[in-house]
């Protein structure tokens, strides 16, 4: 059930029995909507998450956080701000009147947020440490050209003289606004939800006047001197002064600029790595384009793959294409899995690799024969690449690199079929999950105001044919492709544009 409040804040449960409650508020808002001025904010925000507010210091809020069992957290996506809560059922109302403090008045002291910016330049350190988190965001900053969907965490460092408790509550103040605000329940009953969130404070309006009122508070606390400057800044950043890059943002601009994928590439040497690894990928479809949408995520599970060594077992992927024709087939093979990540408004598609040194251009050359081999270009030619010409033989010739044989390429029933049963079974064991459950319907009413239950997705996953994915994956072969790689990459760009420009793709 969806209530939207009379502030445009909309507040959705379900009531599902069980022994104990989840509770998530969900702000639109995330690193997608910032400028290359204010890059690094919402990763700032997330950090100064359930520190002071208007009711409470920082201790206290640590005392109520043990106190309700410390299963609540925050977390910064790109298009989205989430705070969620795992509690018994007969504390739903004080985590409600937790949520509404830490993400409505929040009280953005001095003394928390220098202690939050002195920890960042390490912090950045350990995300360049972790490949699974670092190679994505380069590999999005590539896609993207840097902005939007590309705007680059580890681009932080830049702006983080600009960050002060002023500028921090003006963009706390632009961004919290009821209307951009979803609360979500899975184990409440709805009525005395909505209840519990107008007395949180959830029903006030604006959102936005408290944030004001918090700025004010905070000069008149620190006798009319505004915190600005931190004497740590003097050694690790260069001064500058009256910066304010959050007073000229445009919020309902930002909120509806399309992010605009471009492709590029980006070879970055690192003689001291163990494995050299590599990310191609193309763009996809947004979650609005349903069909693709399903047809894509079933071509990531037909495509699988995993790490050279394996467990096995069942439903972990060791029948999908890239462990039966690379990771059992080639010796330098490492890893190779299929990725997708899908946005409101478009997507990205692609394989990650790695190996050892010395098998970079064979790894290069067989992921992009993956792709080729699921697009079946044999039945997709003349609808999507203009590249080639039909020989005689049945081939497929790619301009520059001679004819691509197609045959025995086609994806069969069988594959398709255990895709698709791969896919249901993922996610309806994924959704078992209480947290699952909460952030789907949340997200879910935020993105596309409805929530789509099990069932409809299983029928969708269904219909999805063999057509389907060999049309969504040739397609992505007509956009400009994207390659990132990290490890022994010399001479490997040179190498990787001219086996690019052989199978007629461009990364422009």
Wanted: proline share 3%; hydrophobic share 35%.
């Amino acid at each position: 059930m969806v209530t939207t409040l009379k502030n445009g804040l909309q507040i959705v449960s379900e009531n599902k029995p069980g022994h104990f409650s989840v509770v998530g508020v969900y702000v639109d808002s995330g690193s997608r909507y910032e400028t290359q001025e204010t890059i690094g904010y919402s990763y700032v925000l997330d950090r100064m998450s359930f520190k002071a507010t208007k009711r409470f210091n920082s201790e206290l809020i640590k005392e109520k956080i043990e106190e309700l069992g410390g299963s609540i957290s925050s977390f910064a996506t790109k298009e989205c701000m989430m705070y969620q809560a795992a509690i018994f059922p007969e504390d739903v109302g004080k985590t409600v009147e937790l949520l509404g403090e830490a993400v409505l008045k929040p009280k953005f002291l001095k003394e928390d947020l220098e202690e939050t910016l002195l920890g960042i330049p390490w912090e950045l350190e350990d995300i360049k440490s972790k490949d699974e988190i670092y190679l994505p965001e380069l590999f999005h900053s590539v896609a993207y050209s840097n902005k939007t969907l590309g705007n680059n965490i580890l681009e932080l460092l830049r702006n983080i003289e600009t960050i002060t408790t002023e500028t921090l509550n003006e963009y706390h103040k632009k961004w919290y606004t009821p209307d951009r605000i979803v609360i979500a329940a899975v184990g409440v009953e709805h009525d005395k939800f909505v209840e519990l969130c107008k007395k949180a404070g959830f029903g006030e309006e604006p959102c936005s006047d408290q944030a004001s009122a918090l700025i004010e508070t905070e000069v008149d606390a620190n006798k009319g001197h505004k915190s600005t400057k931190f004497s740590f800044r003097d050694i690790l950043f260069k001064k500058t002064e009256n910066i304010n890059p959050v007073s000229s943002m445009d919020v309902p601009v930002l909120s509806k600029l399309k992010a605009n994928y471009t492709g590029g590439t980006l070879f970055v040497p690192d003689p001291a790595a163990e494995f050299t690894s590599l990310y191609l990928g193309f763009e996809s479809s947004g979650i609005f384009d349903e069909k693709k949408l399903y047809a894509y995520a079933t071509l990531q599970m037909l495509l699988g793959g995993g790490g050279s060594f394996s467990a096995g077992g069942p439903g972990k992927g060791m029948y999908s294409r890239l462990y039966t024709r690379v990771l059992n087939q080639c010796s330098w093979a490492e890893s190779c899995v299929a990725f997708h990540h899908c946005y409101n408004d478009t997507g990205l598609f692609g394989i990650s690799a790695s190996c050892h040194p010395g098998s970079e251009h064979a790894m290069l050359e067989t992921v992009i024969k993956e792709f080729f081999a699921v697009a079946n270009l044999s039945s997709t030619k003349n609808q999507f690449v203009n590249t080639g010409s039909s020989s005689s033989n049945g081939s497929f010739t790619l301009s520059g690199y001679g004819p691509w044989s197609t045959s025995g390429q086609s994806l069969t029933n069988i594959e398709v079929s255990r895709a698709k049963n791969m896919l249901k079974s993922s996610l309806l064991m994924n959704i078992e999950s209480r947290a699952v459950q909460l952030e789907d319907l949340g997200r879910q009413i935020q993105v596309l105001g409805k929530k789509i239950s099990p069932e409809e997705v299983v029928a969708k996953i269904d219909e999805v044919t063999a057509e389907d994915l060999n049309q969504v994956a040739a397609e992505l072969l007509t956009k400009p492709a994207t390659v990132l790689a990290v490890g022994q990459v010399k001479g490997l760009e040179n190498f990787a544009l001219k086996m690019l420009q052989s199978y007629g793709l461009t990364t422009f």
